[in-house]
């Protein structure tokens, strides 16, 4: 991957597509590279994209996903697909993540619209994950970011989580 | 790095925070093949001749 590239406005348009296509209902982009809008710059090797299936079953419609996507030029690598030389997971929503994603922000990047969970969201859905990497995310975001509490509460309490003692 | 710093690096805007990750990656990627040419050179130092892989 040549530097100063990170193809995130190729990969909203690739999400753009298949919600137009009836493919998925929404998206938003979640984990590390939307934690970094937050705090400050660190190293991340892929994006996680999660989107509300259309497909309720238990593929939630991933081959019609990738296939769509392998139209558009990305290739395959395990659980990822692979846009010029940078991993996506694609995540199916739900419970918590669903929220999140219906409720994250619209942004643009590259003239390219595209939708970032919230900050608040992401603390939830690491303290729910709860690995290490994870605990070490919300230490930083809770000292980094412009969390919004009583959202960040009313959320923690509407899934029955709590953050880990600091 | 100070906290300060790292508070100003924080508030870059989303753009250039992923200009910096793919910097990182790519000195990352780096650090990690020449660490794997060390350490491949270091194997064939202590092979035994006539054995090296």
Redesign the interface.
């Known amino acids: 991957?040549?530097?100063?590239?990170?193809p995130?406005a190729e990969i909203f348009a690739a999400a753009n597509g298949l919600r137009a296509a009836g493919l998925i209902e929404e998206y938003a982009l979640g984990g590390a590279?939307a934690a970094?809008?937050?705090?400050?710059?660190?190293?991340?090797?892929d994006a996680d994209i999660f989107f509300i299936p259309v497909d309720s079953g238990l593929s939630a419609g991933i081959p019609g996903i990738y296939a769509f996507l392998q139209k558009l030029g990305h290739t395959m690598d395990g659980a990822h697909t692979v846009l010029r030389g940078f991993p996506v997971q694609w995540l199916a929503a739900a419970g918590l993540t669903e929220e999140a994603v219906r409720q994250a922000d619209a942004?643009e990047?590259?003239g390219v619209p595209g939708r970032i969970m919230r900050a608040e969201h992401l603390v939830a859905i690491a303290a729910s994950v709860g690995r290490l990497k994870d605990r070490a995310r919300i230490e930083q975001m809770l000292?980094?970011?412009e969390l919004d509490r009583d959202s960040l509460d009313a959320i923690l309490l509407r899934h029955h989580l709590k953050l880990p003692d600091r | 790095m100070k906290?300060a710093r790292?508070?100003v690096?924080?508030r870059?805007p989303?753009?250039d925070?992923?200009?910096?990750?793919?910097?990182?990656?790519?000195i990352?990627t780096r650090l990690r093949s020449t660490r794997v040419k060390e350490e491949q050179s270091e194997t064939t130092k202590i092979t035994p001749k006539g054995h090296e892989s």
């Open positions: 991957m040549p530097a100063s590239s990170i995130l590279l970094i809008r937050y705090t400050e710059p660190f190293t991340t090797y942004i990047l590259e000292e980094q970011a | 906290p790292r508070q690096l924080a870059l989303y753009e925070k992923l200009r910096r990750v793919a910097e990182l990656i790519e990352s």
